[in-house]
């Protein structure tokens, strides 16, 4: 059995989407015609999933929304927890989803469940969807007897890790919007206002300060290639993202990150954080160590980064301890590395590792805070530079005049 997702036409000639299951696309119009529609589009989800999506994204489809992901998963801990078994907590679940693609893959991976294959071989169908960490600790739990307890932790991650999310965005807003008016002002003031008010002056004839000369050659030069250098920007970082595509380059910028003095502790830090939550839900999981750290790695946005974590797997499978190997790379924080040589030391290194990620992440939001709160007055403070020295510009010119007139 399969789900498939339908367009069809019903008998007043007005389209339907939606999805349903069935064996074949046989049945499946044979089922619509029974409720009165004419299929004009019938695509089975898993397909249109590798295919990408339907909308040319990469193989597997488009990543789920986090906030998405976490009620979902939220909701199906809830009901597997409460008793209801996982074919039924999955129906429950795809009838309460909004989003019809979402909905049309819980009903695809309760096809495949009610196939007789097991929940996280259902979730391998849809890799961009549902990470390695989902999987692995799905199939852990299913392994153990204890898929609720695994769904709890899931949903608890993917709900932390929105709400980590949505703090970082809401506290770049106020700083982007000055940065973004800042700009805006300076350079209407420059195209626009300056030339009005600075051609008095050039009309007279006067020896015009250097700082007016300055501010008049940068308001020509805005005025005339404004847009080219507009389009340069934005040439610059296509340019940037293209090149950033090859390991190297990407290499070389990650490690240079990481020898910044204030960005180095950011990027230390989230990766850090990120590394210790993921190994501690997959420790608590029953995943194996070796395993979870192949797995850990892959959420380790930066490189040097996770090459660290991967030479460490490779050492911790030759009986070295992990501790050791992350305190060897130099990248990961002092404390998170003491919390996991205790882990080690009293066989608790899921705990350990919970212990040393909600410490790390506290740091870094404490981090973020101060560093968003500091951007918003200096990015004020440096508008009113600029504006200052526009308005010198214009009102030099006049002091000027005014000791010629005396």
């Known amino acids: 059995m399969g789900a498939y997702s339908y367009i069809a036409l019903d008998q007043r000639g007005r389209q339907r989407k939606g999805v349903i299951e069935g064996d074949t696309p046989r049945q499946?119009?044979?089922k619509l015609r029974e409720q009165g529609l004419a299929a004009t589009s019938l695509i089975e989800i898993a397909e249109q999933e590798k295919a990408g999506g339907g909308s040319g994204t990469r193989?597997?489809?488009?990543?789920?929304?986090?906030?998405?992901?976490?009620?979902?998963?939220r909701q199906l801990a809830t009901l597997v927890g409460s008793g209801l078994p996982l074919e039924e907590a999955l129906r429950t679940v795809a009838e309460q989803c909004e989003k019809s693609r979402l909905k049309g893959m819980i009903v695809a991976i309760r096809s495949r469940i009610m196939e007789g294959l097991s929940f996280a071989t259902a979730l391998n169908e849809f890799p961009r969807v549902f990470s390695?960490?989902?999987?692995?600790?799905?199939?852990?739990g299913e392994q153990s007897g204890h898929l609720e307890g695994v769904l709890d932790r899931l949903a608890d991650y993917t709900e932390e890790h929105q709400e980590t999310r949505q703090r970082v965005m809401l506290s770049l807003i106020?700083?982007?919007?000055?940065?973004?008016?800042?700009?805006?002002?300076?350079?209407?003031?420059?195209?626009?206002v300056v030339p009005q008010v600075v051609s008095v002056f050039s009309d007279m004839g006067q020896e015009l300060p250097v700082l007016t000369k300055a501010m008049i050659a940068a308001s020509d030069f805005i005025r005339a290639q404004g847009v080219l250098v507009l389009a340069s920007i934005v040439a610059l970082v296509f340019a940037a993202r293209m090149l950033l595509r090859r390991p190297r380059i990407k290499q070389a910028v990650h490690r240079f990150w990481l020898r910044l003095p204030l960005i180095s502790g950011l990027v230390k830090g989230m990766n850090a954080a990120r590394f210790a939550r993921t190994l501690s839900i997959l420790s608590a999981s029953g995943v194996p160590v070796l395993d979870a750290l192949h797995i850990a790695a892959q959420v380790v946005t930066n490189l040097p980064m996770r090459s660290a974590v991967e030479s460490a797997a490779r050492q911790v499978r030759e009986g070295a301890s992990l501790h050791v190997s992350l305190e060897r790379s130099g990248y990961f924080p002092p404390l998170t590395v003491q919390l996991i040589a205790s882990g080690e030391a009293s066989g608790k290194l899921d705990l350990m590792l919970e212990r040393?990620?909600?410490?790390?992440?506290?740091?870094?939001?404490?981090?973020?805070?101060?560093?968003?709160?500091?951007?918003?007055?200096?990015?004020?403070?440096?508008?009113?530079g600029m504006v200052l020295l526009i308005v010198l510009a214009i009102l030099l010119p006049i002091f000027n005049l005014n000791q010629l007139l005396v």
Request: net charge positive; glycine share 8%; charged share 15%.
């Open 59 to 73: 193989r597997g489809g488009k990543p789920a929304n986090a906030a998405e992901l976490a009620l979902v998963t």
């Open 356 to 384: 040393a990620a909600g410490s790390q992440e506290r740091e870094l939001d404490a981090m973020i805070k101060t560093l968003t709160g500091l951007f918003g007055p200096f990015m004020i403070l440096a508008m009113g």
């Open 174 to 192: 106020y700083p982007v919007l000055v940065l973004v008016v800042a700009i805006l002002v300076v350079a209407l003031l420059l195209a626009y």
């Open 28 to 30: 499946i119009r044979q």
């Open 132 to 140: 390695d960490l989902y999987r692995a600790t799905v199939s852990a």
